[in-house]
């Protein structure tokens, strides 16, 4: 059975889980992202959490069941568990730079000021060579600098390759 959104579901984190978005991808597998409504032990536990849909496994009707009566008899419950929000979510790409001199820094973030339409690793990585900086991936060395990436929501492009708003050295 093909998971939607609404569904309750277990995945590898402990707990019981709603499904309130997916992110499909062109060449990845999907992202489900995930309200937790329970414990295994059905206690009230609000939070969220987000994983592989492969990750995810329907509940049984049993269980269904007493999670709809659950909510059916607690309101204050149903009531925060609906209202809470997931925030956006961050997803971070860190590789290692070496800079030629402190001036590098204000160089690349100004040059990173990303457009309305944000910008592909291919694209950071190319304002990145055209200004000499060597790019090291996850090496470190004695000269090298954490670099930071953000991509909100698992926004893609076209291609399917992540967009970036946000860079920052960390």
């Not at 992110?23 to 995930?34: D, G, H, S, T």
């Not at 730079?97 to 694209?123: A, C, H, R, W, Y």
Request: glycine letters at 4%; a negative charge; hydrophobic letters at 35%.
């Amino acid at each position: 059975m093909q998971i939607k959104i609404g569904d309750w579901v277990t995945q590898y984190s402990a707990g019981i889980y709603r499904v309130e978005k997916i992110f499909e991808f062109k060449n990845r597998e999907p992202i489900a992202v995930l309200k937790k409504g329970f414990t295994n032990k059905l206690k009230a536990s609000v939070r969220w959490d987000s994983c592989s849909i492969s990750l995810c496994e329907t509940i049984s009707d049993d269980l269904l069941k007493e999670i709809k009566s659950i909510f059916e008899n607690n309101s204050k419950f149903s009531k925060k568990f609906n209202d809470y929000v997931i925030p956006p979510i961050q997803m971070l790409f860190n590789t290692n730079i070496v800079l030629k001199d402190k001036q590098d820094k204000e160089t690349v973030i100004s040059q990173l000021k990303f457009p309305e339409e944000g910008k592909n690793i291919q694209q950071v990585e190319s304002l990145l060579i055209e200004n000499s900086i060597e790019i090291l991936g996850s090496v470190q060395s004695k000269d090298s600098v954490p670099f930071q990436l953000t991509c909100f929501d698992y926004e893609t492009d076209s291609d399917g390759e992540f967009i970036y708003r946000d860079a920052r050295f960390i």
